[in-house]
């Protein structure tokens, strides 16, 4: 499976941004998505996950209520809706697919990863 994020850029904080994730090879509509971000100097920190049917969807507390995560099986897509942007939500961002059950979707049960898309906020 290959994963490509796409849509990272440059935003003013209280702004939005779309980034998607465009996989390809495998089996996508079976797949939990995940989404990561890492800021400079700190870990890789779990953003949100969606289950394989798109139904299930559970974030992180830092941006609960801002971002929500979709998906586009018959386009092989995952997005990332981020509103209300802050300035620490500039990271750089990755998808991946879970390779666990959707409760235990992280990084450590990750499997395939984008390279990642950067999304920067100024104030």
């Known amino acids: 499976v290959q994963l490509q994020a796409s849509g990272g850029g440059s935003a003013q904080a209280g702004g939005s941004l779309r980034l998607s994730c465009a996989a390809s090879g495998g089996t996508f509509g079976s797949y939990h998505m995940s989404w990561f971000r890492q800021a400079p100097g700190k870990e890789r920190e779990f953003v949100g996950s969606i289950s394989w049917s798109g139904s299930t969807t559970n974030y992180a507390e830092s941006v609960k209520g801002r971002f929500t995560i979709t998906r586009d099986n018959a386009k092989n897509t995952v997005y990332l809706q981020m509103k209300s942007l802050e300035v620490e939500d500039m990271a750089v961002y990755y998808c991946?697919?879970?390779?666990?059950?959707?409760?235990?979707?992280?990084?450590?049960?990750?499997?395939?990863w984008g390279l990642g898309t950067l999304v920067t906020v100024s104030s």
């Open positions: 991946a697919v879970c390779a666990a059950r959707f409760a235990y979707c992280s990084a450590s049960t990750s499997t395939y």
